[in-house]
């Protein structure tokens, strides 16, 4: 999967492969259920995806495979050899992020305080709570590693992206193979969204920059939510960083 998140997609992430292909019927579109169905029939559609020549990679992308507990066994019957590519960032502000995203779309959804916690009063956090279960990251990892080793896994920080983007594209490059052509020279930063845009060939059209849902202005967090989510995550945070060899500096 390369995610969001892409050659096999992730959360924030993106997962790849060498051998599938490209269907867009495979795209997940919102809940689970779409992406069950697509992996039920992953393997018949194998044959339906572009041929891919030699010295080429063909790339898939569903930001769900990372955190469906059916992708790694349906994908890795289809092709053990996939490449997985998963972008991650900051489970917090990712969690601020998700529902930021759905407030934009729900503005009369509960406030973030209020479905962060079972219990505020003991302090529990709602595990349930998909924002919430999508960051814990080692235990998604875990998941994945009964089917793929390390060596075929790549996770990419959502992070650097933003900051050194030709950095991280450096290593997407070398995880594949591939020559390193993409550097800074292919990137300005917008001040206006916060993110780096994509220059396209010389004699194109203008610039590839995020489209007007990303880089929404979060809404104001209680810090002591803030604080309470950073201190859950750490213990997480630390045996993602162990099992991937990477420390992403959330705890910082």
């Not at 998700?98 to 595990?127: A, V």
């Not at 300005?188 to 995020?210: D, I, M, R, V, W």
């Not at 809404?219 to 989510?229: A, K």
Request: with cysteine; net charge positive.
């Amino acid at each position: 999967m390369i995610s969001s998140t892409h050659l096999l997609c992730c959360p924030s992430a993106v997962i790849s492969s060498r051998i599938t292909g490209r269907d867009r019927n495979l795209r997940a579109t919102s809940g689970q259920v779409s992406v069950l169905k697509a992996l039920e029939s992953c393997g018949k559609r194998e044959d339906l995806m572009p041929k891919t020549l030699e010295g080429q990679i063909t790339m898939e992308k569903t930001p769900s495979y990372f955190v469906t507990r059916e992708a790694p066994a349906r994908i890795y019957a289809m092709s053990r050899d996939t490449k997985l590519i998963v972008v991650v960032r900051d489970p917090v502000t990712r969690a601020i992020s998700d529902y930021t995203q759905t407030l934009s779309k729900k503005p009369d959804i509960p406030t973030f305080e209020s479905l962060t916690f079972k219990n505020r009063t003991t302090g529990l956090i709602d595990t349930s709570w998909s924002a919430i279960q999508i960051g814990i990251y080692a235990k998604h990892l875990d998941n994945w590693l009964q089917f793929f080793p390390m060596s075929q896994i790549l996770f990419v920080s959502g992070e650097r992206l933003i900051s050194d983007p030709a950095g991280e594209l450096g290593r997407v490059q070398d995880f594949l193979g591939l020559k390193r052509i993409i550097t800074d020279k292919h990137f300005y930063f917008n001040q206006t969204k916060g993110f780096p845009c994509l220059k396209k060939a010389e004699g194109s059209s203008k610039p590839h920059c995020l489209g007007k849902t990303k880089g929404r202005t979060h809404p104001n967090i209680d810090p002591e939510v803030v604080q309470r989510l950073r201190d859950f995550y750490r213990p997480f945070n630390m045996k993602f960083y162990q099992m991937t060899g990477r420390k992403f500096g959330w705890d910082d």
